[in-house]
């Protein structure tokens, strides 16, 4: 019995073990803020310089250079060797000069993405029930960072509503004066319904801070910010599938089968104008398609579009 009983070289090795698996994780959570903007690469790089042995001292510059937005494997690779940093390097182990060279990098980077702040207005539209307001939801939850802009609207709250959060609830009289006084950066009757607007000033003040914002609106909306702000990025949201949105609609059950049948129908034009947005995010995953549209706050140069529509 005494021999299946743990030796202290056991022990040891049951120790370490446990201890790679927790430094793994730190290090895992460090590139996730980074990746969500919610730690600088530059202040990570400065921790690393003054604790070369702590959780960022131990990231190796491979794995930090591709948790920064709009950076992948491949430029990753070019940087690595524009700085002259070998693969096997990590933060807490470079040398002056090269510390140097990645801090030039970082903030030359951060200066560039300073100046072209405008375009961190992203629109996100899509067509009906296909969970433009669940993904926003999701990231007004988890990116406090983000401003989600809160519309004007006609029509009454839903049980659940919020005056201020959901939308602000407003008459026919009202949305006629903020429409004349210039308040409104957009506004369109949805589903041949209710009129619908962005208020201008709270979007204009968060860019001006630079801070992201995030409009969650219709295609026609989407249409109008693209001529008004021409910087502005467009992300259109699909469905998995057809019978997916169709099941998305039904299933929500906050219309009448009329109502439904007639979203159904504009759904289907709405589908076809996909090609005139700059992003595609397909909403298998409501996770993972927020971070898709949060991600592209990020980016400074927009990724290709593949030839054909993802769906239609
Ligand atoms: N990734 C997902 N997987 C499964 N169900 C989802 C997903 N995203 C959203 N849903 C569900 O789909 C339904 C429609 O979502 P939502 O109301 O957010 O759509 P919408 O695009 O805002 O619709 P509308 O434009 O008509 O207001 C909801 O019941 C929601 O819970
Ligand atoms: N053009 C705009 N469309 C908007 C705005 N706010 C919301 N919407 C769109 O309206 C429909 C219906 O919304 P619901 O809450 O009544 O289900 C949805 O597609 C939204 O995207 C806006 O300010 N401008």
Redesign the pocket.
């Known amino acids: 019995m005494a021999e299946n009983r743990p030796t202290p070289p056991d022990v040891d090795r049951v120790a370490a073990s446990r201890a790679a698996v927790a430094a793994r994780r730190a290090r895992a959570a460090v590139k996730d803020q980074i990746a969500h903007g919610t730690r600088s690469a530059l202040e990570v790089l400065s921790t690393a310089i003054d604790s070369p042995d702590g959780v960022e001292g131990r990231l190796r510059v491979t794995e930090f250079l591709v948790s920064i937005p709009a950076i992948g494997v491949t430029k990753m690779r070019r940087v690595m060797s524009q700085l002259e940093i070998s693969p096997s390097k990590r933060l807490g182990g470079l040398g002056k000069h090269q510390r140097d060279r990645l801090r030039d990098f970082l903030s030359s980077r951060s200066s560039a993405r300073r100046g072209a702040s405008v375009a961190r207005l992203v629109v996100l539209a899509?067509?009906?029930?296909?969970?433009?307001?669940?993904?926003?939801?999701y990231i007004r939850e988890h990116y406090p960072q983000v401003l989600l802009s809160v519309s004007a609207t006609t029509r009454a709250p839903r049980p659940g509503e919020t005056e201020g959060v959901s939308y602000f609830f407003v008459d026919d009289a009202e949305f006629d004066r903020m429409v004349q006084a210039g308040e409104l950066l957009e506004w369109a009757v949805?589903?041949n319904a209710y009129r619908y607007g962005t208020p201008r000033g709270p979007v204009e003040a968060a860019l001006a801070r630079g801070d992201s914002v995030l409009l969650?609106i219709?295609i026609q909306g989407a249409r109008a910010v693209r001529r008004s702000m021409p910087d502005a990025r467009l992300a259109f949201?699909l469905p998995?599938t057809w019978d997916?949105l169709v099941?998305?609609?039904i299933?929500?059950?906050?219309?009448s089968s009329a109502e439904q049948a007639r979203?159904l129908e504009t759904a289907k034009l709405e589908l076809a104008a996909q090609e005139e947005f700059d992003y595609r995010v397909v909403?298998?995953?409501?996770a993972?398609?927020a971070r898709e549209v949060v991600d592209l706050m990020n980016l400074r140069q927009a990724p290709q579009l593949p030839d054909r529509p993802i769906f239609s």
Not at 126 to 137: D, N
Not at 251 to 255: I, N
């Open positions: 899509g067509p009906t029930a296909v969970g433009k307001g669940t993904v926003a939801g949805v589903h969650e219709d949201l998995p997916e099941r998305r609609l299933g929500r059950d906050t219309e979203r909403n298998h995953d409501v993972e398609a």
